[in-house]
């Protein structure tokens, strides 16, 4: 690219016109490209460091969460390649097992047909072609946002390589007895006919109905306790009721049986010490396939398990429930059974009440179906042993997550966690590679046998079941650089352990603990040593944005509207650590008007600065002679430290010394919303409001002060270009590209990070000039003077910094339209200020305002402000109210009687200036 002339800038940055190109520029120079020769870990040079991109959905469309998740994580990755690392950001897609299936399911359904029409190979097929022709636009979008990944290693979980990964991660747990086949309760979804894991059957708030049956006893039907459920349905399952062993209201009935209502089967009273006897009445159905509290008493006592609810969710005796289900009620879906059998119990006598019952339901978290639990035989991960050292990894700071307060949500998990169900009933995904023969022999394999059993060379097959899709996700930061295949490979080891892990808390299991797992377990080390969870986009309602409420934001609207660079900074700036992120899906220009504005800002203050310094090369900073320097260039020089400073430890640190987080290192650093707002003001408020109006005139001469006003202003807005370039990589991108002296073919992409320049011991006289102006601004607010109204300000009470404002007094007046004198100021009404080191700024008010007329004015004030302050303190000392009030409410009201008092005292302070008591 070449250096237009300052005249040669555009008034309006063009984002619409600029970005798209810039963005194939910087594709097309490899700017993004990692190379894991370079690193250090590899025999390079350079500190690794390495982001995997949350894996989407292979059929996803970019929305909003994604447009935040993947900001963070190109924020971060463009500082660490600018810091000089060896940066790689990783991308890839999820074959999204379940997601996609539906989708093609439902496809496939508008034909007239199901997958069994079709069958399990072409059905496979079909989602596959139907994944090459749509699936990975997702990956082109995130272009658009500026996303810096390394296309070229793009992975896909259900590509040969990674295919290859899932095989060798299932044989060695499955030959370490890690993984097994189970008979149990599973979460069952009856609209995706499949098991799911306990994270994948989600809690949902449901206003349901208590159902408080009776039961009688079979040999004496005079007599029955009473029992309740949520689930009268399931009753048809019951084997037993169960009694505290050491209840004594209970212990002589021990032994004795019931009548199950509507079946008529006797089932017995047992005890079990599961059982609460202090809650409700200390009794408890048991129905051990259609529960899994139930299920393992039933297996302590040795109880059959019938089951009473079909895969689909009807009900049916499907096993072990002969002559438990009525003809009436087979085939009736389940909800429409609860509903018959309610009716039944009612007709006959043995429903005692129903009770309003709010509680929560675990729902399908693809579907949102209500989930049934259900005995099923699937395959399993022994997690225990897993789970420990990942445990201790978070506990002893190998891995630290950020914000710290979900670090006793991972703990807590972690230390109840349940085996992992991976089995799922599904076509699409990484079929489970067990082979069985009718002889009884089983074997997981790494490839697919050639001939027959090998233990009788009879025909043997493969299980029908595929993993769960999160089975092949928690291998990511391993099978994308290469294992098993390329263990000793230089990707794993030049990037290997990753660096930051950058997600969303509500897969905090389903994937970031079992990725740490895994990560321990075939590669002996943690797969990164940061975890951060970013805070959710919601609306102005504080709702998670969603289709199905209609309140979703589209990004690339955004960016067609207003340009990426405004979507990542409103994203970036408005988000504090782990906190949410509040857009309004109805007004856009709104929402997004913070980064659109500072956009605007940054292009104005870039297009004035280089006409102002114009073309020429400028002098390097380490060439100027300091000696020479104006005040102002000194402190434009502090607060370029300053910034550099406040930005480097809002980012950092970057990574654990030794391997291991100290204590007070867990939780310092990605404040983002810090570092934008420290590189905002730095060139916003400190180079544009002050430096760039401090040199203009100096800009006119020609001679040493023009030069260095020139390479300060040139260096300082570069400086300032790259602290902000993470977060607006389009916009900084192009004014960079126009600096003078820029060399071509060289990319602010890949340029250094900014080193904080030596200080200056002088930069504190500028502070005094700035003081000055920004009380006679105040002064003139105050009082509502027009800005056209000349002013004078008598400086008294410390004649050194007097000095250093009087050598500055044509600065002041260009920038506030008030005349410096170093006198006292006459007698009369004026206004003060007091400024720091002693200071005081008099600006007589005589003959600018009318004094009586005023003064009134604000003693009418005060005397109404201090009537309402009266009536407040008396609430507040009044012991009813302070102890009764909600504490929030008396916190507000004293907070209210602070900034009421304040004003008060300003209030009688102007009074006084004014000549009044």
Not at 61 to 85: E, F, K, S, T, Y
Not at 768 to 797: C, E, F, M, S, W
Request: net charge negative; hydrophobic share 40%.
């Amino acid at each position: 690219m070449t250096n237009p002339s300052a005249s040669e800038i555009p008034a309006q940055y063009d984002a619409g016109g600029t970005e798209s190109a810039l963005y194939e520029a910087w594709e097309a120079a490899g700017l993004f490209h990692a190379h894991a020769e370079q690193s250090a870990r590899a025999g390079g040079t350079r500190d690794p460091f390495t982001i995997v991109i949350p894996p989407p959905n292979v059929t996803a469309v970019l929305h909003v969460g994604h447009g935040l998740n993947n900001a963070v994580q190109d924020v971060i990755v463009r500082w660490r390649r600018m810091a000089g690392d060896e940066t790689l950001w990783l991308p890839g897609t999820d074959h999204a097992g379940i997601a996609t299936q539906n989708v093609v399911e439902k496809l496939i359904a508008q034909e007239g047909k199901t997958r069994f029409d079709l069958g399990r190979e072409p059905f496979v097929a079909r989602t596959a072609d139907f994944v090459r022709e749509t699936g990975g636009v997702i990956l082109q979008q995130l272009r658009a946002i500026g996303a810096s990944a390394d296309w070229r290693r793009t992975a896909y979980t259900l590509s040969p390589e990674l295919s290859r990964s899932v095989r060798e991660a299932f044989v060695r747990l499955y030959e370490k007895g890690l993984i097994y086949r189970g008979y149990r309760v599973i979460h069952w979804c009856p609209r995706c006919l499949t098991s799911l894991s306990d994270e994948e059957a989600e809690f949902k708030d449901t206003h349901g109905k208590l159902y408080h049956v009776r039961y009688p006893f079979a040999d004496d039907p005079s007599r029955s306790i009473t029992v309740a459920t949520t689930r009268p349905e399931t009753m048809l399952g019951d084997v037993a009721v169960a009694v505290h062993p050491d209840d004594e209201r209970y212990k002589a009935i021990i032994g004795t049986e019931l009548l199950l209502p509507i079946a008529n089967i006797r089932i017995p009273i047992v005890a079990d010490s599961f059982v609460d006897k202090e809650f409700g009445t200390g009794m408890v159905k048991i129905t051990p396939a259609h529960d899994p509290n139930d299920f393992e008493a039933g297996k302590r006592l040795g109880l059959a398990m019938p089951v009473v609810i079909t895969p689909d969710g009807h009900m049916g005796e499907v096993h072990d429930a002969a002559g438990r289900v009525p003809a009436s009620l087979r085939g009736v879906e389940r909800f429409d059974a609860r509903k018959k059998v309610v009716k039944m119990l009612e007709a006959q006598g043995f429903l005692d009440k129903i009770d309003q019952h709010h509680h929560a339901v675990r729902h399908c978290y693809r579907c949102h179906t209500v989930v049934e639990p259900r005995l099923s035989d699937q395959w399993f991960v022994k997690m225990a042993p897993l789970a420990k050292p990942a445990l201790e990894a978070v506990q002893t700071g190998k891995v630290r997550i950020v914000p710290e307060r979900w670090n006793a949500v991972y703990v807590n998990w972690m230390e109840g966690i349940r085996d992992w169900n991976i089995s799922r009933q599904l076509w699409w995904g990484h079929r489970i590679p067990v082979w069985r023969c009718a002889c009884g022999h089983e074997a997981a394999l790494r490839e697919d046998p050639m001939g027959g059993c090998p233990k009788c060379g009879g025909a043997w097959a493969q299980d029908e079941d595929v993993l769960d899709t999160w089975f092949s996700s928690w291998l990511w930061p391993i099978s994308t650089l290469g294992w098993p295949d390329k263990d000793k490979g230089p990707d794993l080891k030049g990037f290997y352990p990753t660096d930051v892990l950058v997600t969303a808390p509500e897969i905090l299991f389903f994937w970031v603990a079992r990725m740490i797992m895994a990560g321990l377990e075939f590669k002996g080390e943690v797969p990164f040593h940061t975890v951060y969870l970013h805070g959710t986009v919601r609306d102005m309602q504080h709702r998670k944005m969603s289709k199905s409420l209609g309140n979703g934001i589209d990004p690339l609207e955004v960016v067609e509207k207003f340009g990426a660079d405004a979507l990542r900074w409103t994203m970036i700036a408005g988000m504090g650590l782990g906190v949410d992120v509040l857009l309004d899906p109805d007004d856009l220009e709104k929402s997004f008007a913070p980064g659109r504005n500072f956009a605007t800002k940054l292009w104005n203050i870039g297009r004035f600065l280089l006409m102002q310094v114009g073309h020429d090369p400028v002098r390097p900073l380490a060439s100027l002679d300091r000696s020479k320097f104006r005040s102002a260039d000194h402190w434009i020089v502090n607060r370029l430290a300053d910034a550099v400073a406040e930005c480097n430890a809002a980012l950092g640190p970057v990574r654990p010394p030794s391997g291991t987080w100290p204590e007070e290192q867990r939780q310092m650093g990605l404040r983002l919303d810090a570092y934008a707002e420290s590189a905002r003001r730095f060139v916003w408020n400190d180079l544009a409001d002050w430096y760039v109006e401090s040199s203009k005139t100096r800009l006119t001469e020609a001679g040493d002060d023009r030069e260095i006003a020139r390479a300060l202003l040139v260096h300082c807005f570069d400086q300032g270009l790259r602290l902000l370039h993470p977060i607006m990589p389009f916009i900084t991108e192009t004014l960079w590209q126009r600096l003078p002296g820029h060399q071509p073919g060289t990319w602010l992409v890949q340029a250094a990070w900014p080193a904080a320049p030596a200080r200056s011991e002088l930069a504190h006289e500028f502070e005094v000039v700035k003081d000055v102006i920004t009380a006679a601004r105040q002064i003139r607010n105050d009082y509502a003077l027009p800005p056209t109204q000349p002013l004078t300000a008598h400086l008294a009470g410390h004649e050194a910094a007097a000095a250093i404002a009087m050598a500055e007094s044509a600065f002041v007046h260009r920038m506030c339209r008030t005349e410096l004198v170093d006198a006292a100021a006459p007698a009369g009404a004026a206004a003060h200020a007091l400024l720091a080191g002693g200071l005081e700024v008099v600006i007589p008010l005589e003959g600018i305002v009318d004094v009586a007329k005023e003064r009134g004015k604000l003693e009418g004030e005060l005397a109404s402000l201090e009537k309402q302050l009266a009536a407040l303190r008396g609430r507040l000392g009044n012991p009813g109210f302070v102890n009764k009030a909600p504490a929030n409410v008396v916190e507000a009201e004293r907070a209210k009687e602070a900034e009421w008092a304040a004003r008060s005292g300003q209030l009688r302070a102007k009074i006084t200036a004014m000549g009044g008591e």
